[in-house]
Structure formats: C-alpha cells, structure tokens
C-alpha cells in the first residue's frame, strides 16, 4: 500500500480530534489513528498541527490535552472541492443572474428517462471508488449494525451538517450539548434547537428500524414527519404529501402544483429508487429527485439527506454526514437540477462529501469492537420492556419482578433467561433525558416515570 502524504495524514489527525469537543490526550489519538503507526510519528504530527494554528495544546506532559481551533474548525466545516470541468460549466451558468436565467417548470421527463439499473448518474468506476471507501470490514451483519455501533457519533455528525446546510447557526458544541445533555444554546431562535432535535429523532427512527425501512411512502413520509415536527405553519402538513404551491428562493425554478401529479411523480420516484441495485447511485438518485419534486410543504432538502443514507443503513456502509460541505456549493448543486436538469456540479459534491465521511470515519474503525451478538439478538425485545418500564411508572423497588415478569412471556429463551435480566435491568438503569427517545417515549411519559423512578424510596 501506498504511504500516505503527509497532508492526509495531519488532516487525519485533525479529524480524530475535532470528535472530542472536551479536547483528546495523546495516548486517545494513538489508539485511534493506524495501530501500525508509531507514538513518536504522532506526536511529531501533533508538534506540526500546534505550529500551524491547527490544534491547540492544553497542559502538559501526560496532561496535555489537544483541541481544534478556529482556523481548523473553518477548515472541517467547509471542505474545497476540485470540480470537474462539466460541473464548472454548469456552475457557471446556474451563477448568472435570476434575469439572465430562463424560467423553468417540472420536467417529468427527467424522472421518466431514467430507467432503474439501466441509467447510471454515477459511472461504475465512481460506484466502485465509493463501494471500495464505505465498506466497513465487520462481516455479514444484519441491517443496522454498523450505524448502531456510531449511533452517538452519527446523531451529532448528521444532525448539525444537515441543519448547518439549512442556515442553522448551532455550533458542533452546541448540537452535542443539546442531543446529549438536552440543553439549548442561549440566544439562539427555538426553531433552531427543534430542527436538531428533528434530526435526532429520524436518524434513531431509520436505525431502529433498518430492517424495514426503505424507499416506501412509509419510510419517507414519516422522515417528514420526524422532521417538520413543529416547524411547520400547518402542523397537520407533517408527514403529508403537498397541496399547496412553493417557490424556491433565488431561483427560476416553479415546482409542479397540482397535487394528483406531486403524488403521481412520488411515488415514480419511490419505485424507481427501490429497485436501484447499487447503493450509491440509490443514495444520488434520492439527493438528485426528491428535492426536485419539492414533495412536501418544507424540509425537502432534509428529507433527501436522510433519505440519502436509508442504503448506507441497510447495508452496514459508512453513513454520509454531510461533514466539510460548503453551503453555497450544495445549494448551487441542487439550482443546476432544478433548472438545468444537469447533475454534473451535484454529483461532484456528492462524491467529495462521501470521501469525507469516509475519512472522517476510517479513523474510529479500528476502535469500534464487535456488536454484543446476544444484546443484538434481542434488541428488540430489550427495547420493549424498557419502553413498558416507562410508560407504566415502574418504580425501582418493583422493576425486577416486572422484568423477570416481562421475559418469561415467551420472549426470550430459559437458558438466556437471567443474562436477559441482567442487561434490560441494566439499559433501565442507564436511561436519561439524552437517550429516552431512542425507545419511543414522550417527554411527558419520561417526566412522569423519571419522578417516581428518582424519588426517595
């Protein structure tokens, strides 16, 4: 194998410590970068980043402490890309001013012409390229496990680039306080924190349930769901298909308006993406039409983001995070398919951002250990006695009889009986105000149980 250049190597490094917003020691980044790397490369590294401006070092000796700075944080949020020579054209032309630009309406011939493991937006050697790059070496595992092994990295990663890219302004400390500790950054407006606690909720929603998710109106409309919760001036428009026009800002494209051909186009679009064989070109096919059919009142772009990662998620591939994805290059992507029907600058931008949340994840693959294969077996049924722990106000001094009560209703078999035990009363035991959620309980329920599960016994 080829040496790496010293640039992606430091730029590695960068990317190790920017996961750790309470800073990294030494010692953590040995253990995540290449095991075959020695101490003192890194350390020599570590010198060349703090001289550059790159980290910065607290303390010293064993403890020194190294965290991103600005100029880095600038770095990693807004990745150059080099654009092919087609995409610069259609970058050109998609820049020229509203006037000078010809008005365009719904071009149902761009969804028809594309006929399903015939038409390829991406060439086999880019499929092959992002296949080589997001295969994670854990074998064959059921859908799910390798996105359930980063799910805390994930939730933040996804839900601040992809709120980011919507003009939200929370910052990477802020979203990982507001998912993991629940609290809000001050002065910043609510629909800010509502459209990361979204995000939260329909990534849990698409790992949970990876075995039955998929380009179905059941998947996708209860994405929208997820995430136009309280963000909508109809709330009643969560999770429904539109029937009403839209516009899109600072641009000439018209979204098609008659609400029989918005349902007609979804669901071409959702049969043609569910027999997509390859999940890269599944994942760009969904980026490129479901925002181009605007089929919801708002948060299209969102939904396609996810909707983006649904063949990641099944497939046990690195997610796409959206990490280092400029803005005005994503939105400049997305304005060449809606006038031009030209997919050159999107694809570029795509490929650029699936190489970064490879990076971005390569370097925490050799620390992630193998699933638990007995919690794995019944994840399912772990998950709904807790959820029935919640919802029925079970107090500590009754919970060991209500789960061993629980267990033995056929659920699990007598010879996993009591490790079953052990472990549901342990998840119970760890539940909080950051991870409540990924059982399905509302506040309200969690409020009530929290009270009676805290109080003196």
């Known amino acids: 194998m080829a040496k790496p250049e010293p640039k992606k190597q430091l730029d590695e490094i960068v990317a190790i410590v920017s996961q750790q917003s309470g800073g990294i020691k030494l010692g953590e980044i040995v253990e995540s970068y290449e095991p075959s790397t020695e101490r003192r490369t890194i350390q020599n590294w570590l010198k060349i980043l703090v001289a550059d401006g790159r980290l910065i070092m607290t303390g010293e000796r064993k403890g020194a402490r190294y965290f991103v700075s600005k100029k880095s944080t600038v770095e990693l949020t807004e990745q150059k890309i080099q654009l092919s020579a087609e995409a610069k054209e259609v970058q050109r032309l998609i820049l020229l001013p509203e006037h000078e630009r010809k008005p365009v309406s719904y071009h149902r011939a761009f969804l028809d012409a594309y006929e399903a493991n015939v038409t390829y937006y991406l060439s086999k050697a880019q499929r092959l390229y992002l296949q080589k790059i997001g295969t994670v070496e854990i074998g064959v595992q059921p859908a799910g496990t390798y996105a359930r092994k980063i799910l805390s990295r994930l939730l933040i990663d996804l839900s601040w680039n992809s709120s980011r ?3 939200n302004t929370y910052s990477i400390l802020d979203t990982t306080k507001l998912i993991e500790l629940g609290q809000a950054a001050p002065g910043k407006e609510q629909a800010e924190a509502q459209m990361i606690i979204n995000h939260k909720g329909a990534i849990e929603f698409m790992v949970d349930s990876a075995d039955s998710i998929g ?20 709330p009643d428009s969560a999770g429904r298909l539109r029937r009403i026009e839209v516009r899109i ?3 000439i494209y018209i979204p098609l308006a008659i609400p029989q051909l918005i349902e007609e186009c979804f669901d071409q679009i959702l049969s043609t993406a569910q027999r997509i064989e390859d999940p890269f070109e599944q994942a760009f096919f969904a980026m490129v039409h479901l925002p181009y059919l605007q089929p919801f009142d708002d948060a299209n772009k969102r939904v396609s983001r996810l909707a983006a990662n649904i063949p990641f998620v099944k497939n046990n591939l690195i997610p796409l995070s959206f990490s280092g994805v400029s803005r005005d290059l994503y939105t400049q992507g997305l304005l060449s398919i809606y006038e031009l029907n030209r997919i050159e600058l999107f694809r570029d931008v795509f490929m650029a951002a699936y190489e970064r949340s490879a990076q971005q994840y390569a370097a925490v693959r050799q620390s992630l250990g193998e699933p638990d294969p007995f919690r794995f077996k019944y994840a399912i049924a772990m998950k709904d006695i807790v959820r029935d ?14 789960v061993r009560s629980s267990a033995q209703l056929g659920l699990v078999a007598a010879q996993d009986l009591e490790q079953f035990i052990r ?18 309980i509302s506040p309200s329920e969690y409020l009530r149980w929290s009270e009676i599960w805290n109080a003196k016994q």
């Open 165 to 167: 890219l919507e003009g």
């Open 215 to 234: 380009f179905n109106r059941f998947t996708i409309q209860n994405l929208h769901g997820f995430l136009a919760e309280n963000l909508l001036t109809n």
């Open 249 to 251: 800002g600072h641009s």
């Open 389 to 402: 722990v919640i919802r029925g106000a079970v107090g500590r001094d009754t919970v060991q009889k209500f």
């Open 423 to 440: 472990l549901v009363t342990s998840e119970i035991y760890s539940v909080h105000e950051g991870n409540f959620a990924r059982y399905r």
